[in-house]
Each structure stands twice: as C-alpha cells, then as structure tokens.
DNA sequence: CGGCCAATACTG
DNA sequence: CAGTAT
DNA sequence: GCCG
C-alpha cells in the first residue's frame, strides 16, 4: 500500500497514525484473545492494516515467541519473506511511547542453530513472562484479572457513553449530563494503555476521543439488517450484525476500504464485502434485495406485531395474508396477537418522560392504598434518564421481605377499576397466595389518565432479598446486563434477574435441583461491589 | 462443523 | 411442546 | 453472520 496521503486522512482525532502504512500478518499463537482483540482495534486505528495471511504485501509479522511462529508458519516461508518478523512487544512499546520505536531490538531470529534457538526461545519465553505479568493477569490472582477487565470496561464504557451523548444530544437533556463527566475519567483510564492519548487530550481537552457519525452509512444499513434476520428467524446472524456496530462506531476514521476493518473482532469475510459494497455504491444489494421482497417486507411488518413472531408471521404470510387489516379476519390469532394488533400504532409509539412519571407518581398512590410501605419504580430507560420510553417497566418490591406475595393480583385489579389497566397480554397467577420466593409478572396495556392512547406496562413483583438483581436486570441497558453477565460466570457465578447464583456448572443438576439459593444483596451497588464491576448511576448505563 | 445472547415463564 | 416475550 |  503506497503511503501517500500524509495530509489530515481522517477527521480524527488522530493526526498519529503512527502505524500509517504498515501491513500486518499476527501470529495468534499463544496470545490472549482479548488482548489481541485491543491490538488489532489499535492497529487500524493508527494506520496500519491487517493481513489474513501472510503475503508480500506484510510488512511486520508479529508473534508471541519463536515457538508459536514456527507453529503457525512454514520455515520456509519465513526464510523467503523480507519483512520484519517481531515479537508483541513491539507494538506494546510502540503504542506506549506513541510512535514506531525501532525494530531492532524485536526482531525473531530464525536463522540461529538449533541450540541457539533452544535458547533464545527460553529467553523469549522470559521476556514474555515479564510481559504477561501486567498484561495477561490469568497466572496470578483471580482478583487481579478481574479487575483489569475492570478498568478495560472502564474505559471502554466511557467511550461508549460519549458515543450515546453525542447521538443522542438531539432529544436527550440528561445525557449531556454525561459530557463533563467523561472527559476526566476516560483521559485517566485511558493515559496508562495508550500514552498517545495523553498528547491528544491535552491538545483538546474538551473531548478526549470523538468518534460520531463517521460510518453512519454503514451502521444504518446494518441496523435495517437486525431487524430483517430477527423477523425471519435468523437469530444468531441477527446478532452478528447487533455485535459489530458497536465495533464500527468506535473507529475513529472513516472506512473507505474493507481493508481498514479487515482483523476488527467480528468482522469476517462477509462483513468485510458488505462493507466495500456501501463505502463504494453508497448502498447494498443485498438490503435493496429484502426491502423490495414482499415476502421478506410482510413477515416483517407481521412480526412488529406483539405476540407474532418469526414462525407464526411466515405462516400468515402462507395463508396468503398481506397486510395488517387481512390480519384481523384470521380465527388463529392469540388473545395477545390480537390485542396486539389492535393497538398496533399505539404500541410502536413512544411515551413522553414526563408521562411516564406521571404515571409512576400514580401506580405508587395506587399502591400505597392497597399495601402501604410497598415499594415501586419504574424502570427500564425511564430510569435510566431517557427522554422518552418504548414502554413502563415496573418494579416492585416491599421492605418487610413477605407482604408482597398476593399483592400483584389486587395491584392488577384496583388498577383495572380505576381505568388505568386497559388489556391484558400476560397474566402470570403465579403466587397468589403462598407459592414464595417467585416473581409475579404481569404484561398489558394502559393508559395515561384522560387518554385513549395505549401504552404497553410490564409489572414485576420481587422478593425483597432478590429486589436488587430484579432491579438491576430490569434497568439495563441489555449492554450492561450481559457485561455483568459475563464478568458473574468469570467469577463462577450465574447472574440473572432473580439472583446471583454459585456456578452449579455441568455436573449433576438437571432442573429439579435448583438446589443453590441466591446470594442475598439489599441494593445494587453491593451487587456491582461483589462483581467488582464499577458502580454505574442509573442515568449511566445507557451503554 | 457446531456454538454463539442467557434463562425463564406464559399461551394455546 | 413450540412459539413468543422479557 | 463470526469464531475456534
């Protein structure tokens, strides 16, 4: 690749680029995934990019030490190639003093003698050891490990967050909130990894790392894409597409090749075509393809229905049904579908804050009345200080740790007769009585006093000892939860919204045995301290 | 090729 | 049990 | 869809 363009490439904060030019081949061997998932994002960001093989093009080739090469390439090869063949080190070391440091003192020798290499593999070996000490935590405590997975999702939280802040600037007051409070935390994190963000910060303080829209044109087609393979049932690829968008949004550079984002976590042969499709035509064919498909639009538009999903959307659309009025006429419909259906409009559209506060302020009266001391918040991007709501997620719990069993029914019913409960989807009768340590669920519809519009409610009673995971699960965002998720079964834990649980793992326990009960926790800040996750207000876990 | 976003609860 | 939703 |  000719580097040839020394002028301002990018609109980035990122007039470094100190890898500009550089072709890569890496040596996975031996390399901890997460932190070669960091090397490779740094890679593209500062210029350089990344080979799937190792070719004439490849101006470095990095491995872990001699052995893990050799395990991964010919000799002969080696032999025949005329770049640099480095250790790690050199890209830990370049990134750190914030400029390519000399090669020399990381080259990987192979034209040694045997014994030689015997050698200097040990000495590598050393080398490296020294190395995982601050980098790769898995030899020494547990503690140690989680928390420097802690201070990654520090940083890249924040990062997340300013993304958030800056989209969202439009209808959002509370996440400016978020500006002036990023800026000093992110700069902190962000000076010990990449010493280079230290020049840039210091030369706009205002905004440590900006990367907004750039690449816009190509999240949005990948966005319409999620939504398509969710409506015909394609999950996983679904998700492949929900996983790399966040990818794309944190470069800081506009794509213009596939190159660029060739080796970036989640992005394969397919994604790269994609992308050179929509940096090159502006659009893709493959989306142009499903839009203009009639199959593909209906079973969309039947699965936005509540209670339709992929299979049951595809069977209408065989029984020849079209559009959403053809719908009303089919006997099959569930009670949900139908009342669905019916408030289709209402449904898809979003409440006011200041609505659903008002209507918080009255589900709290409302309880109060009927168990005084009860305890009830909204939830779910309500709480989380979003200008406006998809939907009322309601959680409820009461101190004394037994009067809310029972209470939901009577909650349902007093809400119904004052006309604020208008249709019910789900009704779970789960413990009307006795049946403890469960959660009463319940999902409908309402209205907010005086209006007609409908307004999808879910209602959850909890336990008070488990009140904090349901809490916490039922705030979000889904991001956060599945990092809590994730960082509970590195710990050996199970984290769900009824409780933290000791990994039961593979042995034994069928269902029956649910044996473990959960670790008991009186408020969400105790759970993020057991996990050693930072402790994130309400308003900031718009990741 | 098979796993991956986990796990659970209601409906019919 | 499959399908659906959270 | 991607990844191992």
Request: hydrophobic residues 30%; charged residues 30%.
């Amino acid at each position: 690749m000719a580097p040839k363009k020394s002028k301002n490439r990018t609109p980035s904060p990122d007039p470094n680029g100190i890898f500009s030019g550089i072709s890569v081949y890496l040596v996975e061997k031996g390399v901890q995934n997460r932190r070669l998932q960091v090397w490779k994002q740094k890679l593209v960001q500062m210029g350089a990019t990344i080979e799937e093989r190792l070719s004439k093009k490849v101006s470095h080739v990095f491995a872990v030490d001699l052995n893990s090469l050799l395990q991964q390439v010919d000799r002969e090869r080696l032999t025949r190639y005329k770049g640099f063949i480095l250790l790690y080190q050199w890209l830990v070391d370049s990134l750190s003093s914030g400029e390519k440091v000399s090669e020399d003192l990381y080259l990987l020798n192979l034209d040694s003698e045997e014994d030689n290499i015997a050698d200097k593999s040990l000495d590598w070996k050393q080398e490296n050891e020294n190395v995982s000490s601050d980098c790769e935590p898995l030899h020494h405590k547990r503690i140690k490990s989680s928390h420097e997975d802690v201070e990654s999702f520090k940083v890249e939280s924040k990062r997340d967050a300013d993304n958030n802040a800056v989209s969202e600037t439009l209808n959002s007051s509370i996440s400016s909130d978020n500006l002036p409070d990023s800026p000093s935390t992110a700069s902190m994190s962000l000076d010990t990894p990449g010493g280079q963000f230290k020049d840039v910060n210091v030369l706009q303080p205002s905004l440590p790392y900006s990367p907004p829209d750039l690449n816009k044109n190509i999240t949005e087609i990948f966005g319409k894409l999620i939504n398509i393979y969710r409506a015909l049932g394609e999950d996983r690829r679904s998700f492949s597409y929900y996983k790399v968008i966040p990818v794309i949004e944190k470069l800081p550079f506009k794509i213009e090749s596939a190159d660029q984002v060739k080796g970036l976590p989640g992005i394969g042969k397919s994604m790269q075509d994609h992308i050179q499709e929509i940096v090159t035509n502006g659009n893709l064919s493959k989306l142009e393809h499903f839009e203009t498909d009639e199959k593909v639009r209906t079973i969309s538009l039947f699965g936005e229905v509540w209670g339709i999903g992929p299979a049951t959307a595809q069977k209408l659309y065989e029984k020849g049904y079209r559009t959403l009025d053809d719908l009303k006429s089919e006997d099959s419909l569930t009670h949900s579908q139908r009342v669905g259906l019916k408030y289709f409009d209402d449904i898809k559209t979003r409440i006011p804050r200041q609505e659903v506060q008002d209507m918080e302020l009255l589900l709290q009266k409302a309880g109060e009345d009927i168990l005084p001391g009860v305890d009830i918040v909204c939830g779910g991007s309500f709480r989380r200080g979003k200008s406006s709501c998809g939907d009322l997620d309601i959680v409820i719990t009461h101190p004394d740790g037994k009067s809310h069993k029972g209470f939901l029914s009577r909650f349902v019913k007093r809400l119904k007769d004052m006309n604020f409960l208008r249709e019910d989807l789900i009704f779970s009768t789960h413990s009307e009585e006795d049946s403890d340590s469960c959660v009463d669920t319940y999902f409908g519809l309402c209205t907010y006093p005086g209006r007609e519009l409908r307004r999808r409610i879910d209602l959850k009673v909890y336990p008070r000892d488990i009140y904090a995971f349901g809490l916490i699960h039922w705030t979000g965002n889904d991001v956060l939860n599945r990092r809590l998720r994730l960082l509970a079964d590195s710990k050996g834990y199970r984290l769900d919204d009824t409780g933290l649980f000791p990994a039961t793992h593979g042995s034994g326990g069928k269902k029956g045995a649910k044996a473990s009960t959960s670790l008991k926790f009186g408020t969400e800040k105790e759970v993020f301290d057991f996990l050693g996750f930072p402790w994130f207000e309400p308003h900031e876990r718009n990741l």
